[in-house]
């Protein structure tokens, strides 16, 4: 059976945690969308531009794989776009309780539509977009946490919002 699956977030910027989960649900499934969320409450150190731009880089190789944005509701983008499941990567315990959450409220919304929890990977379990831009800011090495082709890039991104800020 043909199954697509839609790994959501807001990927500001994408780590390697986010990659790994990505390319095992590329193994699991027949089509993954990787969904950028556009997100007015919350002000993103990259723009969605950039983001799609890293994540189309860093997912070149992957034939299965797409790269979108989308606004509002994902339970409604996954029924537009045909979804038949949501993969997350679960870090922490402290993941738990708001994707359960979340998980819960998509299938309220939308009852075809399933979660499905990936276990992050031992080398990955601490990582997060956060961590990687406050490492990046403070002028620390980032290159085990981001995707090779791309960490230049972040470092000069964000070293060049630092310096506006000084
Ligand atoms: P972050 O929490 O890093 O800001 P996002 O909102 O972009 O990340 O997260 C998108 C998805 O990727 C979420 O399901 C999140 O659990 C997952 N994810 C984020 N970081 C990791 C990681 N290090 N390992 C596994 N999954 C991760």
Do not use: W
């Not at 799609?52 to 994902?74: H, P, Q, R, W, Y």
């Amino acid at each position: 059976m043909n199954k697509t699956v839609i790994c959501p977030g807001s990927f500001d910027p994408v780590t390697l945690g986010h990659l790994d989960i990505i390319k095992r649900a590329a193994t699991m499934f027949d089509r993954v969308i990787v969904g950028v969320l556009v997100n007015s409450s919350k002000t993103p150190c990259f723009s969605i531009e950039e983001r799609i731009e890293f994540l189309k880089e860093v997912t070149k190789d992957m034939e299965n794989v797409e790269v979108v944005s989308f606004a509002g509701l994902l339970a409604e983008y996954c029924r537009q776009r045909n979804v038949d499941a949501i993969v997350k990567g679960l870090r922490a315990v402290s993941d738990f309780e708001y994707e359960f959450q979340m998980a819960i409220t998509n299938k309220k919304l939308n009852p075809h539509l399933e979660t499905i929890f990936l276990m992050a990977d031992s080398d990955s379990m601490y990582l997060s977009s956060s961590m990687v831009k406050e490492v990046a800011s403070m002028g620390g090495d980032i290159s085990n946490f981001v995707p090779q082709c791309i960490c230049s890039r972040i470092e000069k991104r964000i070293a060049k919002l630092q310096n506006k800020e000084d």
